[in-house]
């Protein structure tokens, strides 16, 4: 199985405790689970590409960069 979700580039459209939101050019948002280490780097509205972890379970899928 592939994952569905491999690299985002988009701009940091917020950051809270472990989880930060990237808007693609295309208007989508994806919330994003990271390290608070990675996410203090951060400034809302700075353009970012991430590697991403695609975990899939019964009942949610979630990001992680």
Do not use: D, W
């Not at 569905?4 to 948002?29: C, F």
């Not at 280490?37 to 979630?62: A, C, D, P, W």
Request: net charge positive.
């Amino acid at each position: 199985m592939y994952p569905m979700i491999a690299y985002l580039t988009g701009t940091v459209a917020n950051i809270s405790q472990r989880k930060s939101i990237l808007m693609t050019e295309s208007g989508v948002g994806y919330l994003i689970l990271c390290k608070q280490s990675f996410l203090s780097n951060l400034s809302i509205g700075e353009k970012q590409s991430l590697f991403i972890h695609t975990h899939v379970r019964e009942n949610e899928i979630k990001l992680f960069g």
